[in-house]
């Protein structure tokens, strides 16, 4: 089976500090998450069908 080519761009439109990765679960990737950058995601697979994407975040809880 041919492999089925994946592009996904991101733009990150805000300085909040808890968001730090974009992690590609089904191509095993994660990536830092800049500010006001775009942020591609270049990869292939042998499957059409869903992908599950994670953004990694820090939270801090206060009082």
Same mark, same amino acid.
């Given at each position: 089976m041919d492999r089925i080519p994946v592009r996904l761009n991101f733009y990150r439109d805000e300085t909040a500090d808890f968001l730090e990765a974009i992690v590609f679960v089904n191509f095993k990737v994660k990536q830092p998450f800049f500010a006001f950058k775009t942020k591609l995601g270049d990869s292939a697979t042998e499957k059409e069908g869903e992908c599950v994407l &994670?953004?990694? %975040?820090?939270? %801090? &809880?206060g009082d």
């Open positions: &994670l953004f990694k %975040v820090s939270m %801090v &809880l």
